[in-house]
């Protein structure tokens, strides 16, 4: 069954510093890859995603992620944090050729910003 | 912008009693999706609709739950006989088939079973 590994549950950073966030997913045909963010007592935005083209995509907020199929990866960075950063983040993949089916999420990792 | 839309926000309910919750999707959207939440995890799926029709049901889903949509509009997610490990979140989503492939997700109903 397809999953999806969030490396780190807790990230912090220095405002102004790189933030990098790992996912790795487990299936062998590359699935649709997403990136959410929650704030608390909010529902889930899309930051991201890759279907097919280009494997670096950017998103809202200064977002971006590399797909990257060997590595069976899509890691998110931002180049700068900001403290309206400090959120949950998921990763999450649907299978291919179900035109966007249900999501299977990894178990979040918690963004924390430093001033 | 009319959104998705989840009512209630908030349900608080004893053991044993039942509950209903509501999601109104996008008004175009023809798929809609439930995912349950607890805290410090992701959203697990739950069901899925295309149109009025469940496609598919998680085996997580037990028989006290129950999911309709009639009309294909707006949903109704159902737990009878209520049990403290329902106490979770409740996210609806919904999205256009095949276009851009993403969901959108409404603000949860916040289940506490006492």
């Known amino acids: 069954a397809q999953s999806v590994t969030q490396l780190g549950s807790h990230v912090s950073v220095s405002e102004g510093a790189l933030v990098l966030l790992r996912c790795n997913y487990s299936?062998?045909?590359?699935?649709?890859l997403f990136w959410y963010v929650q704030y608390p007592n909010q529902g889930l935005q899309l930051l991201l995603k890759?279907?097919?083209?280009?494997?670096l995509v950017k998103g809202i907020n200064g977002f971006e992620a590399e797909f990257k199929k060997s590595e069976t990866s899509f890691h998110l960075t931002k180049p700068s944090a900001h403290m309206s950063d400090a959120a949950e983040y998921f990763c999450?993949?649907?299978?291919?050729?179900?035109?966007?089916?249900?999501?299977?999420f990894g178990q979040g990792t918690e963004l924390s910003v430093k001033p | 912008d009319t959104g998705v839309s989840q009512d209630p926000r908030h349900k608080i309910t004893k053991r044993g009693q039942n509950v209903t919750f509501r999601c109104d999707p996008i008004?175009?959207?023809?798929?809609l999706y439930w995912y349950r939440q607890t805290l410090g995890q992701g959203p697990e799926f739950l069901t899925y609709?295309?149109?009025?029709?469940?496609?598919?049901k998680s085996r997580l889903l037990s028989d006290r739950f129950s999911a309709e949509r009639p009309k294909g509009s707006f949903s109704t997610l159902e737990i009878q006989r209520t049990e403290q490990g329902d106490s979770a979140m409740y996210l609806c989503?919904?999205?256009?088939?095949?276009?851009?492939?993403?969901?959108?997700f409404g603000p949860g109903t916040r289940l506490t079973v006492l």
């Open positions: 989503a919904s999205s256009l088939t095949g276009v851009r492939y993403e969901q959108f």
């Open positions: 299936s062998s045909v590359p699935p649709y």
């Open positions: 890759y279907t097919t083209g280009a494997t």
């Open positions: 999450a993949v649907s299978e291919r050729g179900n035109q966007g089916g249900k999501l299977i």
């Open positions: 008004s175009e959207h023809n798929r």
């Open positions: 609709f295309q149109n009025e029709a469940q496609l598919e």
